[in-house]
T-cell receptor, first 114, second 114 residues
Framework: GAGVSQTPSNKVTEKGKYVELRCDPI?????LYWYRQSLGQGPEFLIY????????DSGLPNDRFFAVRPEGSVSTLKIQRTERGDSAVYLC????????????FGQGTRLTVV | AQSVTQLDSQVPVFEEAPVELRCNYS??????LFWYVQYPNQGLQLLLK??????LVKGINGFEAEFNKSQTSFHLRKPSVHISDTAEYFC????????????FGTGTKLQVIP
């Protein structure tokens, strides 16, 4: 596609449930990033993939959060036992190489945990 | 700790007036600096970036920013704003580390008043 695509655009889930958020990066982009943007805050880094491997997952808040990118393109962010504090917009970005070139962001998935 | 500070959470300005959005970052030997814009219900879009060279950087939509190493600042300016500039603006920094782990500020909401 022309840009980074994230699905769903909105997700409402009950506390304790499991959710998956999907990111389709720009074709050919090897680097992929996940960020979380809480209300009134700037985006916070979660995890970075170079190809299929997670090069840096230091931003994942706890072991309920996990992300995969099995074929080096589409990535899925998985959240287990969701909590109300997980409510935020989850942003995905991709870039051509990951060496400080421009990152292109998707429109995000707004997750609401009730 | 690496940080980016945007002191102004909201900036109201009349149409056709000049505007400056402030950004300061914690000092580091090597930084790369970015400004992103987020229009309502849209993803982040890169306005401009400083990687090296001239400290005055020009971006899209008539915006420019100046890198000031001694003051660790990267303020965003526009000589005459338009209604369509109403959006949230995020300053972002990559600290030396080899790949694009971006640290964002908390954002400044620019409200252009007709």
């Amino acid at each position: 596609g022309a840009g980074v695509s994230q699905t769903p655009s909105n997700k409402v889930t009950e506390k304790g449930k499991y959710v998956e958020l999907r990111c389709d990066p720009i074709s050919g982009h090897t680097a992929l990033y996940w960020y979380r943007q809480s209300l009134g805050q700037g985006p916070e880094f979660l995890i970075y993939f170079q190809g299929t491997g997670a090069a840096d997952d230091s931003g994942l808040p706890n072991d309920r959060f996990f992300a995969v990118r099995p074929e080096g393109s589409v990535s899925t962010l998985k959240i287990q036992r969701t909590e109300r504090g997980d409510s935020a917009v989850y942003l995905c970005a991709s870039s051509l190489t990951g060496d400080r070139t421009e990152a292109f962001f998707g429109q995000g998935t707004r997750l609401t945990v009730v | 700790a690496q940080s980016v500070t945007q002191l102004d959470s909201q900036v109201p300005v009349f149409e056709e007036a000049p505007v400056e959005l402030r950004c300061n970052y914690s000092s580091s030997v090597s930084v790369y600096l970015f400004w992103y814009v987020q229009y309502p219900n849209q993803g982040l879009q890169l306005l401009l970036k400083y990687l090296s060279g001239s400290t005055l950087v020009k971006g899209i939509n008539g915006f420019e920013a100046e890198f000031n190493k001694s003051q660790t600042s990267f303020h965003l300016r526009k000589p005459s704003v338009h209604i369509s500039d109403t959006a949230e603006y995020f300053c972002a920094v990559i600290y030396s580390g080899g790949y694009q782990k971006v640290t964002f500020g908390t954002g400044t909401k620019l409200q252009v008043i007709p």
